[in-house]
């Protein structure tokens, strides 16, 4: 259910420069919050395209040497309103908000049901591919617990895109 801790560490060390970077180059000002000075700046991404590319280019420029896995998984990044219909000794199983797709997904330090507080639930993050793994980024915002009867349907979902074969346990690069 988790990255190996030092591959998890080299990630967020990244992965954190250049979300700050963004954060920084957008304009905003730092608050109290760190987590959510980061979910900002991810969101940055979605509507500027260019920003994680600049980011990192910029953070290049300066000499911050970026893994060159990390720097993949980072561009690879898909951020979306993600539901989690429950979380397995292996993985949390993420669908995406299309219902297009599902996810066995690895979490970074902490397991995602952990960090949500809960098992059935949307919310806004991050999806990368990271070592032969999707992984979620953790940084959690717009949590929005799901009832049984909305749980029941995307269950639904979920099998339907099973017997599609649109449930990846891992990416198809590593396959």
């Known amino acids: 259910m988790l990255l190996p ?11 954190t420069a250049v979300l700050m970077e963004i954060f920084t ?15 900002n700046a991810r969101d940055q991404i979605n509507i500027h395209p260019n920003a994680l590319t600049e980011a990192v ?7 911050h ?7 993949a998984a980072i561009l690879s990044i898909q951020i ?16 995406d908000s299309n219902l297009n797709n599902a996810y066995a997904t690895k979490a970074l330090t902490t397991p995602i049901n952990e960090v949500v507080n809960g098992k059935s639930i949307s919310f806004k993050a991050g999806l990368f591919v990271y070592k032969g793994h999707f992984v979620c980024d953790g940084i959690i915002s717009k949590p929005v617990h799901l009832g049984p009867n909305v749980l029941r ?23």
Do not use: C
């Open 5 to 15: 801790y030092t591959f998890a560490m080299d990630f967020i060390q990244d992965y």
């Open 25 to 39: 180059s957008s304009g905003f000002k730092e608050t109290n919050n760190f987590i959510s000075d980061l979910a």
């Open 57 to 63: 280019t910029t953070l290049k420029s300066r000499d």
């Open 65 to 71: 040497l970026i893994n060159s896995e990390v720097e």
């Open 80 to 95: 979306d309103q993600w539901i989690m219909l429950r979380q397995t000794s292996q993985y949390a199983l993420l669908l």
């Open 153 to 175: 349907d995307f269950n639904d979902a979920y099998i339907q895109l099973k017997k599609q074969g649109k449930f990846h346990k891992i990416p198809k690069e590593y396959v």
